[in-house]
């Protein structure tokens, strides 16, 4: 029903060898932000409840085992004008959109307050595992923390072209372009999430900065090749543990409270479940001690 009518794929991902624990991907189309943040619960839930059936253990934990990549909750995101996709502008990325990639990099370590909720996320955020480490964007680029997928800008008619028959009147495919947010997890407070993007999107728009922001942040490699390690040391980083995450969203608590979208409550309530962890030292703790890694990832299984 509801659920199933908004994906639109769900595929194998990259699957290590122990065959009890794999990963899937579901792709969602893109809907309204409410109800983008509704869909993830409800269908979470369905798969639980047909794993059950199966006895399948069903996790969206974020990771899953030691030495392999993590899985995520990337979110696609889209800015609407009166029906229009206002990401794009005369067959490339419009001006609003640089502004609002700004706003999420400017944003993105307390961001990672909704999105990433549990000391297991920070282990998912490691270079080499397919996952964002530094506050970055670029294009078709998997090293970045936000990314501009493949969005057929300046596509002609492609039918017409293999089809002499077909209408003259083009798909418009550069409508469907969208711009991902690459470090959320299955731990993320979705709903949470999607009024922070939205926070941060507003941010961006309203930033006298942004446009130099979303220059000086861009790249055009691999962040994570060994020829590109000066490009990336120069780079911000995003947070390593929940309590870094919660000092972040406190230093940025007005923007998030600005026009009451974020009441102080939630606020404070959201730093105090993240210190609670007291995790701050984690990467120390556990560096090199694989055992004690996975106690860890068991612990968190069934908290995404």
Known sequence: GQVLQHVVA????????????GRRAVLPAVALAQVAADDPGLGALLRRMMGHKHGVVVTFAPKILVG???????????????????????????????????GYLRLAPSLTALGNTVPLSFLRLVPHQESPTNICWGDRNRSVLVRVPLGWLNVG??????????????????????????????????????AGLAVAARHGLEMENALELAKKLYVDVNIF???????????????????????CLIKDRQIYEKDNVFPPTVIDG?????????????????????????????RYLHFA
Not at 10 to 21: F, M, S, T
Not at 69 to 96: D, Y
Not at 273 to 292: A, P, T, V
Request: charged share 25%.
């Open 10 to 21: 769900d595929h194998q991902v990259e699957r290590p060898g122990a065959l009890e624990r």
């Open 225 to 247: 090749a060994d020829e590109n390690n000066q490009i990336q040391q120069a780079l911000p980083q995003l947070p390593s543990s929940c309590w870094d995450s919660a000092e």
């Open 157 to 194: 008619n492609m039918a017409k072209d293999a089809n002499p028959q077909e209408t003259d009147e083009p798909t418009a495919f550069s409508d469907s372009q969208t711009v991902e947010f690459r470090c959320p997890d299955g731990s993320a407070n979705i709903h949470l999430l999607m």
């Open 68 to 102: 392999h990549a993590g899985s995520g909750l990337h979110v696609h995101t889209k800015l609407m004008n009166n029906g229009t996709n206002a990401l794009i502008n005369g067959g490339g990325l419009s001006e609003t959109a640089r502004k609002a990639i700004a």
């Open 270 to 298: 959201l730093a105090k479940i993240l210190k609670s962890y007291n995790d701050n030292d984690l990467s120390q703790r556990f560096y090199g001690k694989n055992d004690e890694i996975q106690k860890l990832v068991d």
